[in-house]
């Protein structure tokens, strides 16, 4: 699966944007897919996830400011921001995992010992003051 993210801009405080990642090559419809982000000095962290039935969940930081969704066909994924802030910058991955069933995504995310199984490159995300 290759996963190809854009969306990634330079944006003041309160701004908007809207993420979007591409997956080709293998068939996502049943997987797990979510956005994360790392910020230098930080560990990776899980943004926003969705499961094959359409079940959606949120890091706390994010929740009431992200919507994650998936186009009709499910090859696109996109994570919508809306008011960001300063500690919204990062880099954002979106991801994908196969292994992970049932709808145990965002456990599957929030996981210390397991690692999705794949990754886009990401795409830089500035918020300035």
């Known amino acids: 699966v290759q996963l190809m993210e854009s969306g990634g801009d330079s944006v003041q405080a309160g701004g908007s944007l809207r993420l979007t990642c591409v997956a080709s090559g293998y068939d996502t419809t049943s997987a797990c897919m979510g956005w994360f982000r790392q910020s230098p000095g930080k560990k990776r962290e899980p943004v926003a996830v969705v499961d094959r039935d359409g079940i959606t969940n949120y890091s706390d930081s994010v929740k009431g400011r992200a919507t994650i969704s998936r186009d009709s066909t499910k090859t696109i994924l996109y994570l919508q921001m809306n008011s960001l802030k300063p500690e919204d910058a990062a880099r954002y991955f979106c991801?994908?995992?196969?292994?992970?069933?049932?709808?145990?995504?965002?456990?599957?995310?929030?996981?210390?010992?397991?690692?999705?199984?794949?990754w886009g490159q990401g795409t830089q995300v500035t918020v300035s003051s």
């Open positions: 991801a994908a995992d196969f292994a992970t069933g049932g709808n145990l995504c965002w456990r599957s995310a929030t996981s210390v010992e397991y690692q999705w199984n794949f």
